[in-house]
């Protein structure tokens, strides 16, 4: 009977993975997988919820999308942007552009990122009630970015990055590992992902055939999605 050469490893991570720095450090403990060696810089959160639109439903066929515009500050220490509104009809086309709030972000002192301040004024006029909900919106994500919100494609990364560290080839779809040890504390990292995420891990017989698919597909470059 053949020996084993090694064994095969699928996984998967599904979308939807909603969780922060701590609670992942948390989550691997004991499992030997290092979690990201930093948090989150407050400015790079700032600059990536800068991006953040909303569309909004208004009456007839009109729509209403709340976005932020990049405001030129003559104050080194703060970041400033303006809650713009866009009402286009049905056909797209624009009939109103209007400032409906402001959004500032004060940026710390070198280094000590837990003095960084956001502040989010939404205005009043006829959207209002939009406009409040596009600042609670902007300052949960801020809020969140700032403790390391892990979503799916952090995982992903993170699983990686543990798995090349530990020796692991890619083969253009599975990777393969010498023995189990080199996927040890992931299987406990995916229990705790929830439904949909996976990994299973096959044993593979040293036959020249299952060694010719391991030397032809070594090397193959991973597509990220």
Request: hydrophobic fraction near 40%; charge should be neutral.
């Amino acid at each position: 009977m053949s020996e084993l050469m090694g064994h095969l490893v699928w996984w998967k991570v599904t979308n939807g993975v909603d969780m922060d720095f701590d609670q992942l450090t948390a989550l691997l403990a004991g499992t030997g997988i290092d979690p990201p060696n930093h948090r989150p810089v407050p400015i790079d959160v700032f600059r990536r919820v800068s991006g953040l639109t909303r569309t909004y439903p208004l009456e007839g066929d009109d729509t209403l999308e709340l976005m932020l515009a990049k405001v030129e500050s003559k104050v080194t220490s703060m970041m400033s942007r303006h809650m713009v509104a866009t009402v286009r009809n049905g056909a797209g086309v624009v009939q109103v552009v209007r400032k409906v709030g402001d959004v500032a972000f004060y940026k710390p002192p070198r280094r000590q990122h837990s003095k960084a301040r956001l502040r989010v004024i939404a205005g009043g006029g006829p959207h209002a009630e939009h406009a409040q909900d596009f600042a609670q919106y902007v300052r949960a994500e801020y809020d969140r970015g700032v403790k390391g919100a892990v979503d799916s494609q952090a995982i992903r990364r993170l699983i990686r990055t543990h798995l090349a560290t530990h020796g692991a080839v890619y083969l253009d779809g599975p990777y393969f590992i010498e023995n189990e040890e080199q996927c040890a504390g992931l299987e406990s990292l995916f229990s705790a992902l929830g439904e949909g995420s996976f990994m299973h891990v096959v044993p593979l017989l040293d036959t020249p055939k299952q060694r010719e698919f391991v030397t032809r597909h070594a090397g193959a470059e991973e597509v990220i999605a």
